[in-house]
């Protein structure tokens, strides 16, 4: 009886021990976040403001100058596609005619920010513009906002 007693509370000690290594990492994970935003916030004084500037400057870029060696800069993934791929996958080849872009909602969670942009177009063969949302997401790098890139033909609308 004594062994298994003895057993017994080996095994809760050990469980709470574990309990307790686990709570203390996130505890510390949490402040690591809470640190990382304040770093932000210290530097950057408005990033929800800071954000919608910059993701209509990108799209701007992108849709209206066709500057896409500007819009590759502000990319987050840089290193995964060269600037020739990357021009490959979003160029327009003159089907679509963009006429404006504006940041109609912007959210910022953190290191993390997702901004609706409203794109008007002309498409061929239709007498009107048209407007679509665009979701797009943004991180911050290094106190710099940076596009983050969706795989193509994915669309997610913000929620």
Same mark, same amino acid.
């Given at each position: 009886m004594?062994?298994y007693?003895?057993y ?6 050990a ?21 990382e ?13 800071? #954000? ?7 799209w ?9 060696e500007g ?5 987050a993934?840089q290193?995964? %596609?060269?600037?020739k ?8 080849n003159?089907?679509i005619? !963009? %006429?404006?872009?504006a ?8 290191v ?7 794109v008007? !177009? #002309? #498409? ?7 407007s679509s ?7 911050i790098?290094e ?14 609308p913000?929620?």
């Open positions: 004594r062994v007693l003895a017994r509370r080996w095994f809760w000690n469980i709470f021990r574990t309990a307790f290594l686990v709570f203390v990492a996130m505890a510390f994970g949490a402040c690591q976040e809470v640190n935003v304040q770093e932000v916030n210290k530097v950057m004084k408005d990033p929800k403001g800071s #954000l919608e500037k910059k993701a209509e400057a990108y701007k870029m992108r849709f209206l100058e066709k500057d896409y819009t590759y800069a502000m990319e993934d290193g995964t %596609m060269t600037l791929k990357y021009r490959e996958r979003i160029a327009n003159g089907q005619k !963009y %006429m404006s872009v940041a109609t909602k912007v959210q910022v969670d953190g993390n920010g997702t901004v609706e942009i409203l008007t !177009y #002309l #498409l061929p063969n239709l007498p009107k513009q048209v949302p665009i979701a797009d997401r943004w991180v790098k106190n710099e906002w940076k596009h983050l890139s969706r795989k193509p033909g994915v669309y997610k913000p929620s």
